[in-house]
C-alpha cells in the first residue's frame, strides 16, 4: 500500500516518516519512530496505556491514525525526565508512593496526570478520581497511583481540598 510521508514533533524532536494510512499514531510512534515507551493494550480505546498529548490534548494513540497527527505536536512519557534521567515531580511521586508494580500501565497514567497538573483549576479529590478513572491498571491496585498523582499536585501548589 502507499506510504504518505508525515511529519510527528514528538517531545520536540521531529519525526519524518512514512506511513500507510491505516498505521495507528501508537505503531508510528513505537515502530517509527522508535519511542516505545507508549505501550498498547487494548488497542480499542479502552485501557489507556497509549495515552499520550496531541497538541496538548489527551488522546488514546490506538484510536488515532498517525496521518492525522501530521504537523502536530506529541508528547510521549519519553519527554517527562530531563535528559540526564532526573524524574520530575510526578514521575518521582510514582516512584515514591509505589505507584507502578509491572509499570504496563505506567507511562498512560503519568502522561494522564501531566494533563491534568497543567490545567488551569486546581485538582480536588472528586476530579483527581474522575480523571484517572479513564485508565487501567492490572496490577498496582489504584490506592497508590492515586496517592502518588496526589503528591505531585500537593508538590507543585495544585491540590485543594475544597470540593
Ligand atoms: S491500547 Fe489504546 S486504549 Fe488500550
Ligand atoms: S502497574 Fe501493572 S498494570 Fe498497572
Known amino acids: 500500500m502507499t506510504k504518505t510521508p508525515i511529519r510527528l514533533t514528538v517531545n520536540g524532536v521531529p519525526h519524518d516518516i512514512a506511513v500507510e494510512p491505516r498505521r495507528t499514531l501508537a505503531d508510528a510512534l513505537r515502530d517509527d519512530c522508535g519511542l516505545t515507551g507508549t505501550h498498547l493494550g487494548c488497542e480499542h480505546g479502552v485501557c489507556g496505556a497509549c495515552t499520550v498529548l496531541l497538541d496538548g490534548e489527551v488522546v488514546r494513540a490506538c484510536l ?11 508528547r510521549t512519557v519519553e519527554g517527562l525526565a530531563t535528559p540526564d534521567g532526573t524524574l520530575n515531580p510526578l514521575q518521582h511521586a510514582f516512584w515514591q508512593h509505589h505507584g507502578l508494580q509491572c509499570g504496563f500501565c505506567t507511562p498512560g497514567f503519568l502522561m494522564l496526570a501531566t494533563w491534568l497538573l497543567e490545567q488551569e483549576e486546581p485538582v480536588d479529590e472528586a476530579r483527581l478520581r474522575h480523571v484517572l478513572s479513564s485508565n487501567l491498571c492490572r496490577c498496582t491496585g489504584y490506592q497508590n497511583i492515586l496517592t ?12 485543594t481540598e475544597a470540593a
Open 64 to 74: 488515532h491514525f498517525a496521518i492525522q497527527a501530521d504537523g502536530r505536536t506529541i
Open 148 to 159: 502518588a498523582v496526589r503528591a505531585a499536585a500537593q508538590a507543585i501548589g495544585k491540590w
